[in-house]
Nanobody, 127 residues
């Protein structure tokens, strides 16, 4: 079992940037498929970005492609989400997640595929 802790959220004006971090306890997250999700009040949890299992490639929701970048720092067991050109519709509680159903080269966009979740970090974008 792995524990995930997000940080880096906050209040930012439209057009600004934030960098979220997700620190994983224990072993390297190379054993998991890592992803980012977000959820706004009254909305379903939606996919934002993910690494393929094994970390070879990244995948993004169309709504954030070109603005967000997922990255990792293996030595710190940490995954990042760099968010640029933020829009009010990016507002929500951002979660990192880990899927233990490891299948090298695969990626998952459905939250039901992920077994471990952080408690989230709030991102609020004002206009």
């Amino acid at each position: 079992q792995v524990q995930l802790v997000e940080s880096g959220g906050g209040l930012v004006q439209a057009g600004g940037s934030l960098r979220l971090s997700c620190a994983a306890s224990g072993r390297t997250f190379d054993n998991y498929c890592m992803g980012w999700f977000r959820q706004a009040p009254g909305k379903e949890r939606e996919f934002v970005a993910a690494f393929t299992c094994g970390g070879g490639r990244s995948y993004y929701a169309d709504s954030v492609k070109g603005r967000f970048t997922i990255s990792r720092e293996n030595a710190k067991n940490t995954v990042y989400l760099q968010m640029n050109s933020l829009k009010p519709e990016d507002t929500g509680l951002y979660y990192c997640a880990a899927a233990s159903s490891y299948n090298s080269g695969s990626y998952y966009v459905g939250p039901e595929r992920y077994d471990y979740w952080g408690r989230g970090t709030q991102v609020t974008v004002s206009s």
